[in-house]
């Protein structure tokens, strides 16, 4: 049993009450709750993560599904698992999560707790808490007007690390912002070893493309996408780390799945993109340092559903839809790159959003290679969001024919024309705001079950 003070006591109270009311009456608020509880009581997450062996999942693109991935896995070997699986990743997010699974007269011992984090909430976690592990998927420019450069990124999370110097950290060692940090935490890698092609120069709008020591460029050996892949600098030497976990083939990429070959395990990840195959690598890595079988990790894997937006599919009448959360130039390509691999027509509806979890500067549009749709068998083009009318500027100069632009505000009118699409498969391409109100919309009309 732990034990507690009366102000925590009253903070638990207030938080258990704010999470039952935002759920049965206003359908949602998985922030909120913590907010109220850390008005009575500033240290609560100390009391209530207490005994948990915690996982913190940071980085910019993947965290939701790695996260999920991660739990997945653990609950598979039969663990008493808790996680934040909405993606409410702020430092009152993390809270909720701990108090909505804070059980009254009994001890956390033996329980996982596999939490994401926002890259600038770390330190604040981990002020109160001791991971096991935290992990960091990847750092792309995201935010700009919120986070800065990658290299600021990095910073916000390193403020974090600095606390708990006993964290494992797992890293993803295709980034060179990870290699040789300046911290005494025990680090290891998981990267590829083997990609789809033989690309070796980066792009101009890459990020971190010049030496974090003595600002050289970058060369590759190949690069996965963006600034990732096995890098080296020319002028210092220093290059990737080596490499604890790696993909070591590629077996076959369709737009719904990829089998791989990590390490000596064959391993088919139930999401499409190589974006994904990073999230279940990571996710491989994190299980092996737990001490969890390949095959049970091959297994969880396999079977891993869409979470929340990120590739969740959906039935709109006879409209098949999966949702593709997309926020910056580095995932918006890789999403685009799984709309190629389609061989058959399908439609697609941009929504574009500038509110401040979207991020107020949509300049980064103009960095995303829209080109590329412009061969591809792309019937109707939806477009939506506050800022349409910029996003369907962007599509008109990347070559896509205007005549088959449907541009539309209001979701129920935009939810008819969907419903009378040339096509019956239908991509969504949102930013953050933007899936998470149109979800509220099909929610309301019965088309998603869950809206949390």
Same mark, same amino acid.
């Given at each position: ?15 258990k009450t704010t999470i039952f009311l935002s759920k049965h009456l206003f359908k949602g608020g998985s922030t909120f709750p913590g907010m109220v509880a850390l008005k009575f009581d500033k240290q609560i997450l100390k009391v209530i993560a207490k005994d948990y062996r915690v996982v913190l999942v940071t980085g910019t693109n993947g965290k939701t599904t790695t996260t999920s991935m991660i739990a997945n896995i653990f609950k598979e070997k039969g663990y008493s698992v808790i996680t934040n699986s909405t993606g409410a990743n702020l430092f009152r997010g993390v ?229 593709? =959360? ?73 070559? =896509? ?12 009118? =935009? ?38």
């Amino acid at each position: 049993m732990i034990k507690i003070n009366i102000k925590s006591i009253i903070s638990l109270l207030a938080g258990k009450t704010t999470i039952f009311l935002s759920k049965h009456l206003f359908k949602g608020g998985s922030t909120f709750p913590g907010m109220v509880a850390l008005k009575f009581d500033k240290q609560i997450l100390k009391v209530i993560a207490k005994d948990y062996r915690v996982v913190l999942v940071t980085g910019t693109n993947g965290k939701t599904t790695t996260t999920s991935m991660i739990a997945n896995i653990f609950k598979e070997k039969g663990y008493s698992v808790i996680t934040n699986s909405t993606g409410a990743n702020l430092f009152r997010g993390v809270v909720s999560c701990f108090i909505d699974n804070y059980r009254f007269f009994k001890s956390n011992s033996g329980r996982y707790a596999i939490i994401e984090v926002d890259e600038a909430n770390v330190k604040f976690v981990t002020e109160y808490i001791n991971p096991e592990i935290i992990t960091i998927t990847n750092l792309f420019r995201d935010q700009l007007d919120r986070y800065g450069e990658v290299y600021t990124t990095l910073l916000k999370i390193l403020e974090g690390i600095v606390k708990v110097p006993s964290t494992k950290l797992v890293l993803n060692g295709d980034d060179s912002l990870f290699g040789k940090l300046d911290v005494p935490n025990e680090a290891i890698y998981f990267g590829f070893n083997k990609t789809l092609t033989d690309e070796t120069a980066i792009d101009v709008n890459a990020d971190a493309k010049f030496c974090k020591f003595c600002k050289s460029p970058y060369e590759y050996n190949f690069i996965t996408y963006n600034h990732l892949g096995d890098y080296y600098c020319p002028n210092c030497n220093y290059k990737r780390s080596d490499l604890k976990y790696a993909i070591e083939d590629i077996l076959e990429v369709t737009p719904t799945n990829s089998t791989v070959l990590m390490n000596d395990a064959k391993v088919t990840i139930s999401q499409s993109g190589l974006y994904n195959i990073y999230n279940g690598l990571c996710a491989f890595a994190i299980g092996k340092e737990m001490g969890i079988e390949d095959d049970l990790i091959a297994d969880s894997l396999g079977k891993q559903d869409s979470s929340f937006g990120r590739q969740e599919e959906i039935i709109v009448e006879n409209k098949n839809i999966k949702i593709i =959360l997309v926020k910056n130039p580095a995932g918006y390509n890789q999403a685009l790159e799984t709309l190629s691999l389609n061989t058959e027509d399908f439609s697609t509806l941009f929504m574009l959003n500038d509110n401040y979890a979207d991020g107020t500067d949509i300049s980064w549009i103009w960095d995303v290679n829209f080109e590329q749709l412009s061969h591809l068998p792309i019937k109707d083009v939806f477009v939506s969001g506050n800022r349409l009318y910029d996003m369907a500027l962007r599509l008109k100069t990347a070559g =896509l024919k205007t005549d088959s632009f449907i541009i539309e505000e209001d979701y129920n009118s =935009l939810t008819e024309k969907i419903k009378k699409s040339t096509t019956d498969r239908i991509y969504i391409l949102a930013t953050y705001t933007a899936m998470i109100n149109y979800r509220k919309h099909l929610y309301s009309k019965g088309y998603i079950k869950k809206l949390w």
